[in-house]
């Protein structure tokens, strides 16, 4: 499924934006911060209703401990990220709200690869659901935590509705890396000036990106696409090559496995390479591994194979980077 973020490319978040699209992450908001102040409401009548029988039944009065756990639930969403999406792209709407009155872009994500990145394990995601009353939670929502999480942070009113909302829940707010594949296109608002699509085609060169002018059909109220060409086609592909500084010629590798220690910072990635290739030009891999895949870690642990001898136990380079430094062993042998 497709998703879409609508951005403003105004002085102020353009090229914020633009390093996060090239780094390959996005932010995930505290719920404090949305523009919505009826974020996250929710009441208890029902909850309250059934609690209040189960102690006429049963003739007691000890239901604290469940209230007290339901509480902390409630408690926890409200102190989640957010990173909020639509399922539209031409929502003329939106364009105007969140895209700078059309003079910004809209970038399209690949929701399972979005998903599927190296810190976001596992998180919570779907659609909005749009409502004329607040959520009411009821004793049987205790039994499926991510049903009240959804009830309670996943429900707006019905004045929303246009914005066709998908969210993605993450443990905490902050910054949160995806593989840069999740990216399938960039569309460029009506308004939008030339030389800003240029920076944006060009940070993003070699990555198969589709661009997408919007247009307006003659006589309507319809926005539609068109494509662009990509002005700054690429013989490299990235993640899988770069150029050589000194010798300009290709450096060919391949990302076998990659994780992220989201607490302690640590990185850990394997390559395959066909050749073995000298120090320097593998520096060159550990650099931008560092700089788009893991630009917030401390420590980088960096495991080179020769392609078809990936054995686990005994990499052709094993280096660790930290603080800018390398230790580095090659086959075995510390240099």
């Known amino acids: 499924m497709k998703v879409y973020k609508y951005r403003s490319c105004n002085r102020d978040t353009f090229f914020r934006d633009l390093i996060a699209l090239r780094r390959n992450y996005f932010w995930s908001a505290g719920i404090k911060t949305l523009n919505d102040p009826c974020e996250g409401f929710v009441t208890t009548n029902g909850y309250n209703s059934d609690l209040n029988i189960i102690g006429r039944i049963f003739n007691t009065s000890a239901t604290s401990d469940v209230t007290d756990a339901l509480n902390q639930v409630v408690k926890r969403t409200k102190e989640v990220g957010i990173f909020s999406l639509s399922k539209s792209y031409n929502e003329e709407l939106l364009w105007a709200h969140y895209g700078n009155s059309h003079n910004g872009f809209c970038i399209e994500y690949e929701i399972e690869k979005l998903l599927n990145s190296n810190k976001v394990k596992n998180p919570h995601s779907f659609s909005v659901d749009y409502s004329k009353k607040v959520p009411d939670i009821n004793f049987s929502d205790q039994k499926d935590q991510i049903g009240l999480i959804k ?123 066909k050749d073995k290739y000298s120090i320097s030009q593998v520096k060159q891999i550990c650099r931008l591994i560092r700089k788009d895949l893991f630009a917030e870690s401390v420590k980088i642990f960096l495991r080179f194979y020769l392609e078809g001898k990936t054995d686990a136990f005994v990499p052709w380079v094993n280096i660790i980077y930290e603080d800018g430094s390398y230790d580095i062993e090659v086959d075995g042998r510390r240099i």
């Open 151 to 273: 009830k309670a942070i996943g429900t707006k009113s019905t004045k929303w509705i246009q914005e066709k909302e998908y969210r993605i829940i993450t443990d905490n707010p902050g910054i949160y890396n995806y593989s840069y594949d999740a990216v399938t296109g960039i569309y460029f608002g009506v308004r939008m000036e030339n030389n800003y699509k240029q920076l944006i085609m060009k940070y993003l060169q070699g990555r198969g990106i589709n661009y997408w002018d919007m247009y307006l059909e003659p006589n309507t109220y319809l926005f539609e696409r068109k494509p662009v060409e990509d002005s700054y086609l690429s013989e490299i592909t990235y993640l899988k090559e770069i150029t050589d500084r000194i010798s300009n010629k290709k450096i060919r590798f391949s990302i076998v496995n990659k994780s992220y220690k989201t607490f302690f910072k640590i990185g850990e990635i394997e390559i395959e390479v």
